[in-house]
């Protein structure tokens, strides 16, 4: 089964700041990687996707950035972050959804202050 | 593109009640439906999705739901709950992205709140 890896666990940074988030993935192999954002009260909003290394689709317009530099391997990036970036950012993974739907990391709690 | 309406922001029940958590989608196409589970500060778990075949479906720690198509909705109810059961739960339906490449939609969240 996969399992994935994400750290930190919480995180607080200053405005301005660079952002790099880290998610790994072990168990299976050529996933597709998912990174979503869950602010309060607004649920989970997909930020980005990526069929395959290299690959990054973007949902939405935003002060955030994907990378896919290894197969297992998803990190999410800001140059300077912002305010409205605070909230709980999960990475998922899915290997044929319709039979396992998506695995979840942790999550990371990123505060900008 | 896919759409899932939770209706309920918030259902607080007492122990050993029932529950039903509504959750209604819009579609034009098959659908594949998806209920999570998500525990404070943690990801989320899957309890239990519907593919095809018998409408009603059961899933982890005594839930289930019933895939109604006439009414677009995938309601989801566990008989008697726990404490153990308070936690936040979303309702999410497939998107095909091209070839088997797929994404799911999530709703806003239910957040349930067992009491003694």
């Known amino acids: 089964s996969q399992t994935i890896h994400q750290w930190p666990a919480t995180l607080v940074q200053p405005v301005g700041s660079p952002l790099s988030l880290e998610c790994t993935v072990e168990?299976?192999?050529?996933?597709?990687l998912y990174w979503y954002r869950q602010a309060a009260g607004r649920g989970l909003q997909l930020l980005f996707y990526s069929v395959g290394i290299g690959q990054i689709s973007s949902e939405v317009p935003q002060n955030l950035s994907a990378s896919r530099p290894q197969d297992r391997q998803f990190i999410l990036s800001s140059k300077k972050l912002l305010l409205s970036d605070s909230g709980f950012y999960l990475c998922?993974?899915?290997?044929?959804?319709?039979?396992?739907?998506?695995?979840f990391g942790s999550g990371t709690r990123l505060t900008v202050v | 593109a896919q759409s899932v309406t939770q209706l309920d922001s918030q259902v607080p029940v007492f122990e050993e009640a029932p529950v039903e958590l509504r959750c209604n989608y819009s579609?034009?196409?098959?659908?594949?439906l998806f209920w999570y589970v998500q525990y404070p500060n943690q990801g989320l778990q899957l309890l239990l999705k519907y593919l095809s075949g018998s409408t009603l479906v059961k899933g982890i720690n005594g839930f289930e739901a019933e895939f109604n198509k006439s009414q677009t909705s995938f309601h989801l109810r566990k008989p008697s709950v726990h404490i153990s059961d308070t936690a936040e739960y979303f309702c999410?339906?497939?998107?095909?992205?091209?070839?088997?490449?797929?994404?799911?939609?999530f709703g806003k969240g239910t957040l349930l709140t067992v009491n003694p």
């Open positions: 999410a339906v497939s998107d095909e992205d091209g070839g088997s490449n797929y994404k799911l939609t």
């Open positions: 579609s034009s196409v098959s659908v594949y």
């Open positions: 168990g299976t192999s050529n996933p597709n």
């Open positions: 998922a993974s899915s290997r044929q959804i319709l039979t396992y739907g998506y695995t």
